[in-house]
C-alpha cells in the first residue's frame, strides 16, 4: 500500500483504516463466507452475445453502468478463463452446439446468466430455428427478463448471482460437478423439454401453417 | 415500362409470358426453358447491360393452386433500369431452373439461400448447398408454405440433432478445419470433398 503514503513517508489515514479492515476480515471471517465473497466479487464473464441483449450487455460494461464496479473489470472472451456466461440474445439451434461446447469448456467454478426473453424461453421466436429457453442446453442460474433488459436489471440479475454465490456451501462438492449431457446427448429428459418448451401468451394463437 | 420489355418479347416471342407495369417496376414472365437465354441476353447484348443481379429470390403464394415464382432481380447501372424476372414453377414437379452464377458470381449465395429455403435447385450451380440451416438439417425446406411454423420434429427432437451435431461439421473446408468431423459430415459432401473440388483435408484417406 506504499502509494498510499502520505509525503512525509507515514502512514495516511485511509490506509490505516484499510488495514485494519483487512485485519478484521481476515480474523473473524469464515473460511467458506471468505471464499464466496471472493468469488462474488471477481466474476470474469463470457459474453456470448448473439442479438440486441449483447449491445445492452455492452451498454451494461461501458462507463456510464461500468460492470468493473461488481468485480466484472475483465471480459474473459475465452471460455478458459471465465466465470459466467452470459448468454445475451436468441439461440438458435445452430448455434446450441457452440454454447455447450463453451459451457464444457469454462472451468469450475461456474454460472450461467440467462439474458433477455429469449435467452430465457425463446421469446417472440417460436419457430423452427431457435432454441426456447437455453436451459434446454446448459443450467441456468439467474434468468434476467427484458427485451431487452435495461442495463439496471442486468447489473440486479448479477447482484442475484452474487447472493446466489455468497450463499453457496464450499464444501458442498456436488456443486461443483460437470453437468454434462447424458446417453441420449440431452440435458433434460425429453419430455421435460418438449414441456418448458410449449408455447405460452400470444404465441398459443401462431399456428398459420400445417 | 421498361423497353427491355419490348426488346425480349420481340426477341424471344412466345417464350416471354406476362409482362406487367407496376408501380413503375417492369416484371416479365419467362417460361422455365428459356430463362437463361433471357438473363444471358440481358446481361451481354449491348442497349441492354443488365451488368448488377441485385437479388435471386423466390416466392411461394399462399392460394396453393398458384405456381411458386423463381424471380431475379436485375439492375443495369449504365441505363439506370430496373426489371424483375420472373419464372413460373409447379409446386408438386420438379423444382429446378439453370443457375446463373457463371453470369453473375453474386449469384452463388443468393441461389444457395433459395435453395435451403424453398427448395429449388439451381442446375449448374458450382456448390449447391444450404447456407443458413445447417448441411444435415433434416426438416425439409423452412419458407415453403406446407412446412409447419415449429419446424416438423418435437422440440426435444430438434434439441437432440441440434445437440449431437459436431459444430465443425456445419462449415465447409475453407470455412474451418472440418478434418475433425471429416466422418460425420454427409455423403456426398464427402464426395465432393473426395473429388477434390474443394481444398484437401488433412490426413484424408
Keep these: ?210 | 415500362m421498361n423497353p427491355s420489355a419490348n426488346a425480349l418479347q420481340a426477341t424471344f416471342g412466345n417464350a416471354i409470358g406476362r409482362v406487367i407495369d407496376a408501380r413503375g417496376e417492369t416484371i416479365v414472365y419467362v417460361s422455365p426453358a428459356k430463362v437463361r437465354d433471357v438473363l444471358v441476353w440481358l446481361k451481354g447484348t449491348a442497349g441492354q447491360d443488365y451488368n448488377y443481379l441485385v437479388d435471386v429470390t423466390a416466392v411461394e403464394y399462399r392460394d396453393r393452386e398458384r405456381p411458386l415464382e423463381v424471380v431475379w432481380n436485375l439492375r443495369s447501372l449504365a441505363s439506370r433500369q430496373d426489371l424483375r424476372i420472373k419464372v413460373e414453377l409447379d409446386p408438386r414437379g420438379e423444382l429446378a431452373v439453370p443457375s446463373v452464377v457463371d453470369l453473375w458470381a453474386g449469384a452463388n449465395w443468393l441461389e444457395r439461400e433459395v435453395y435451403d429455403m424453398f427448395g429449388v435447385t439451381f442446375t449448374g450451380h458450382p456448390d449447391l448447398r444450404r447456407i443458413l440451416m445447417w448441411e444435415t438439417y433434416a426438416e425439409g425446406y423452412p419458407l415453403r408454405k406446407d412446412f409447419p411454423l415449429r419446424g416438423r420434429f418435437s422440440r426435444s427432437e430438434q434439441v437432440r440433432q441440434a445437440l449431437n451435431v459436431n459444430p465443425e461439421g456445419h462449415y465447409s473446408m475453407e470455412e474451418l478445419a472440418i478434418a475433425d468431423a471429416y466422418d460425420e459430415l454427409p455423403r456426398d459432401m464427402r464426395d465432393r470433398l473426395a473429388r477434390g473440388e474443394r481444398d484437401k483435408i488433412p490426413n484424408s484417406e
Aim: charged share 20%.
Design chain 1, 1 to 210: 500500500m506504499k502509494h498510499l503514503q502520505t509525503v512525509d513517508g507515514s502512514d495516511s489515514w485511509l490506509t490505516t483504516k484499510a488495514q485494519s479492515l483487512f485485519e478484521w476480515v481476515i480474523k473473524t471471517a469464515r473460511l467458506d463466507k471468505a471464499v464466496n465473497l471472493s468469488r462474488a466479487n471477481s466474476l470474469w464473464p463470457m459474453p456470448f452475445g448473439t442479438a440486441c441483449c449483447a449491445i445492452e450487455f455492452m451498454a451494461t460494461a461501458a462507463s456510464r453502468f461500468d460492470l468493473a464496479r461488481f468485480g466484472m473489470e475483465r471480459q474473459a472472451f475465452s471460455p478458459r478463463q471465465s466465470d459466467v456466461l452470459i448468454c445475451a440474445g436468441r439461440l438458435p439451434f445452430k448455434l446450441a452446439p457452440v454454447i455447450r461446447r463453451i459451457y464444457d469448456q469454462m472451468p469450475q467454478p461456474k454460472w450461467v446468466i440467462s439474458m433477455g426473453a429469449c435467452a430465457s424461453t425463446g421469446g417472440i421466436f417460436d419457430n423452427y430455428a431457435m432454441v426456447q429457453g437455453i436451459d434446454t442446453v446448459v443450467p441456468v442460474d439467474v434468468y434476467v427478463p427484458g427485451c431487452p433488459p435495461r442495463p439496471e436489471g442486468l447489473l440486479y440479475g448479477i447482484l442475484m448471482l452474487h447472493k446466489k454465490i455468497k450463499g453457496e456451501d464450499l464444501f458442498d462438492s456436488s456443486l461443483r460437478d460437470e453437468q454434462l449431457l447424458n446417453d441420449k446427448g440431452l440435458r433434460l429428459p425429453p419430455e421435460q423439454i418438449d414441456e418448458i418448451s410449449e408455447p405460452f401468451g400470444n404465441s398459443v394463437h401462431q399456428f398459420r401453417s400445417a
